[in-house]
């Protein structure tokens, strides 16, 4: 049987372990994101096509990493909406106002990283 290990099991690993652990824990993450959630797989696919014109439109470092970094902020704070959806779902399949309120948050915090990276694409690239 694949049991999950404890919390207290998790806690104690240190170094190199723990840093291999982590690393795991996030490629599983990704594949769920990467299964599951629909908004994450088209941000991945802009993030796909806009990493290279980011790279080719900026003029310089500074461009081309606020170009990249507003793009990789996205699927970020999705994957963070997603889990804290994936929380709420699981504490509560009934509605509730503060449930709600949690969904609305995240959907909220994802449509504020959108207009941040439009806008830092739109002052990188206006002439």
Same mark, same amino acid.
């Given at each position: 049987?694949?049991?999950?290990?404890?919390?207290?099991? *998790?806690? %104690? $690993?240190?170094? +190199?372990?723990? &840093?291999? #652990?982590?690393?795991?824990?996030?490629? $599983?993450?990704?594949?769920?994101? @990467?299964?599951? /959630?629909?908004?994450?797989?088209?941000?991945?696919?802009?993030? *796909?096509?806009? !990493?290279?014109?980011? +790279? @080719?439109?900026?003029? #310089?470092?500074? /461009?081309?990493? &606020? +170009?990249? %970094?507003?793009?990789?902020?996205?699927?970020?704070?999705? &994957?963070? #909406?997603?889990?804290?959806?994936?929380?709420? =779902?699981?504490?509560?399949?009934?509605?509730?106002?503060?449930? %709600?309120?949690?969904? =609305?948050?995240?959907?909220?915090?994802?449509?504020?990283? &959108?207009?941040?990276?439009? !806008? !830092? @694409?739109?002052? !990188? +690239? @206006?002439?």
């Amino acid at each position: 049987m694949n049991e999950q290990p404890s919390a207290a099991d *998790l806690k %104690g $690993k240190t170094g +190199l372990t723990r &840093l291999w #652990n982590a690393l795991g824990y996030s490629k $599983k993450g990704i594949a769920a994101a @990467w299964k599951h /959630e629909a908004a994450f797989r088209q941000e991945m696919l802009l993030l *796909l096509a806009g !990493v290279p014109l980011g +790279l @080719w439109l900026g003029r #310089n470092g500074v /461009e081309r990493a &606020l +170009l990249l %970094g507003s793009l990789i902020l996205v699927p970020v704070v999705e &994957l963070l #909406n997603s889990a804290v959806e994936a929380v709420v =779902d699981k504490t509560s399949p009934e509605y509730h106002e503060l449930a %709600g309120r949690a969904k =609305d948050l995240g959907s909220a915090a994802v449509l504020f990283a &959108l207009v941040f990276m439009a !806008v !830092v @694409w739109a002052c !990188v +690239l @206006w002439p």
